[in-house]
């Protein structure tokens, strides 16, 4: 749990470098997921962006436009099943809610699991995705499900931590329209990376410095 959080403060830290990509994919990716189709594309997108950012200085919004044009059609079926899986759980949810008994306080307890484990593939499938050398959705939910079990504590912290970035989106509009999905890509970015660091797939891409910063805001 603690690399969970050390994991936060990395993700913290980069979200104020070239911040402003991140506001515009994330108004970006709030716009493109209204159809809710294109959802899932629109948040590969925000991922890709996230991913690319500390691993290529001269990032630029393209690279969403482009992942974008190019996921779109296949995101299809994932956002499909995103919102079968988000309306069944979610209806059975509510409606037992108020339901007295302990078959009823399991059954909750059941779908709030699997709402949030299903959220935690979200987190973690796409920037897998991206780091594959031959990506497949398959592969990249295999390789999400492999990371949860095996990192179950490191894994409650980073969904939780989302979740109040979220949460924090939904009460507070303005953290909606310009951070909320951008951090939580951060988030999940920084959160893949670090388990790929920790089993020597990858090598850990410098960290964003002060004096890289202040030229590309000096360019912009």
């Known amino acids: 749990m603690i690399a969970g959080f050390k994991v936060v403060g990395r993700a913290v830290k980069r979200l104020n470098h070239q911040s402003h990509l991140y506001v515009w994919g994330n108004v970006l990716w709030l716009l493109l997921a209204l159809p809710l189709v294109t959802s899932t594309a629109a948040w590969m997108a925000l991922i890709r962006l996230g991913y690319l950012i500390p691993r290529q200085p001269g990032v630029t919004m393209d690279e969403f436009w482009s992942t974008f044009r190019?996921?779109?059609?296949?995101?299809?079926?994932?956002?499909?099943?995103?919102?079968?899986?988000?309306?069944?759980?979610?209806?059975?949810?509510?409606?037992?809610?108020?339901?007295?008994?302990?078959?009823?306080?399991?059954?909750?307890?059941?779908?709030?699991?699997?709402?949030?484990?299903?959220?935690?593939?979200?987190?973690?499938?796409?920037?897998?995705?991206?780091?594959?050398?031959?990506?497949?959705?398959?592969?990249?939910?295999?390789?999400?499900?492999?990371?949860?079990?095996?990192?179950?504590?490191?894994?409650?912290?980073?969904?939780?931590?989302?979740?109040v970035f979220g949460v924090l989106g939904l009460l507070v509009p303005p953290i909606l329209l310009l951070l909320s999905g951008g951090a939580v890509a951060v988030l999940a970015n920084a959160a893949v990376q670090d388990r790929l660091w920790a089993a020597g797939i990858q090598q850990p891409p410098p960290e964003p410095d002060e004096a890289s910063e202040q030229s590309f805001y000096a360019d912009f």
Do not use: C, E, H
């Open 70 to 163: 190019a996921l779109w059609r296949k995101g299809i079926p994932l956002a499909l099943i995103n919102l079968a899986v988000i309306y069944v759980n979610g209806t059975n949810l509510l409606l037992f809610w108020n339901s007295p008994g302990l078959l009823a306080l399991a059954l909750r307890i059941s779908w709030i699991i699997v709402l949030l484990t299903w959220f935690a593939l979200q987190l973690f499938a796409y920037p897998l995705y991206f780091a594959m050398d031959k990506p497949t959705f398959i592969g990249a939910f295999r390789n999400a499900v492999v990371m949860l079990l095996q990192n179950p504590g490191f894994s409650l912290v980073i969904v939780l931590v989302a979740t």
